[in-house]
């Protein structure tokens, strides 16, 4: 079967059409193998999908600028657009990065959930081992930052960071070795980790141990160099 519209009139089709198929069961039904709607503009104007619900003088439109970008409007406002070369704006008409998010007055931009514990955001190179190794995120209300695939720093919901410990007892706590380099002064203090023992040294700036605390379990002890 053939339709054919001839004049400059509108014309008008009652019932449903169908292209590739003799059963349409919406108001427009394109089937047949890789089926493909193309909108072509001859010109350099845009092409464009008009999406409206029934008298609302609200509508939706996806275009297809002169420019080549791809826009989702509201009313004649743009909400997101895919530019041509590749870069995504929400909120934002001239995304500047790959992503570009503007909330204009809203202080939160953008929101990532999980819903299970963790919600994390991975950032990789060419080198990184995967998505998983160097990454931060929330674990309920603490802040996590992962390297090397695992915790390395944590600020917890009372304010307290741990550094090299997920056991954060005090405003600041740090398992592991604190180096200050390029001092004259103390060089290097050591916060020893093994069982109960725990240890505190000074070094000179040449390297040198110059005074050692030490405790181990109910004894502690007091060295000192030259």
């Known amino acids: 079967n053939q339709l054919s519209a001839i004049g400059s009139g509108n014309n008008y089709i009652a019932g449903n059409v169908g292209i590739g198929t003799t059963n349409p069961t919406s108001i427009f039904h394109l089937s047949g193998s890789n089926p493909v709607l193309t909108l072509n503009s001859p010109s350099?104007?845009?092409?464009?999908?008009?999406?409206?619900?029934?008298?609302?003088?609200?509508?939706?439109?996806?275009?297809?600028?002169?420019?080549?970008?791809?826009?989702?409007?509201?009313?004649?406002?743009?909400?997101?657009?895919?530019?041509?070369?590749?870069?995504?704006?929400?909120?934002?008409?001239?995304?500047?990065?790959?992503l570009h998010v503007?909330?204009?007055?809203?202080?939160?931009?953008?929101?990532?959930?999980?819903?299970?514990?963790?919600?994390?955001?991975?950032?990789?190179?060419?080198?990184?081992?995967?998505?998983?190794?160097?990454?931060?995120?929330?674990?309920?209300?603490d802040f996590q930052f992962f390297a090397g695939g695992a915790e390395r720093v944590r600020f917890d919901s009372a304010?307290?960071?741990?550094?090299?410990?997920?056991?954060i007892p005090h405003l600041l706590s740090v398992k592991?070795?604190?180096?200050r380099l390029g001092s004259t002064g103390i060089q290097l203090i050591n916060l020893g980790t093994?069982?109960?023992?725990?240890?505190?040294?000074?070094?000179?700036s040449g390297g040198t141990n110059r005074v050692t605390l030490n405790s181990n379990g109910d004894n502690s002890y007091i060295s000192v160099g030259n």
């Open 44 to 98: 350099s104007d845009f092409s464009r999908i008009d999406l409206v619900r029934g008298t609302s003088s609200t509508k939706w439109d996806i275009n297809h600028t002169a420019s080549g970008d791809l826009k989702f409007r509201e009313s004649t406002d743009t909400r997101l657009i895919l530019e041509a070369g590749g870069n995504v704006g929400i909120g934002e008409s001239n995304p500047g990065r790959k």
């Open 102 to 141: 503007n909330s204009a007055g809203a202080n939160v931009a953008a929101n990532f959930e999980s819903t299970d514990a963790g919600a994390y955001l991975s950032f990789s190179d060419n080198s990184t081992t995967n998505d998983t190794y160097v990454r931060l995120g929330a674990l309920g209300d």
């Open 159 to 167: 304010g307290r960071v741990g550094i090299g410990t997920t056991t």
């Open 176 to 179: 592991g070795t604190i180096s």
């Open 194 to 204: 093994n069982g109960e023992h725990g240890q505190l040294t000074v070094n000179n």
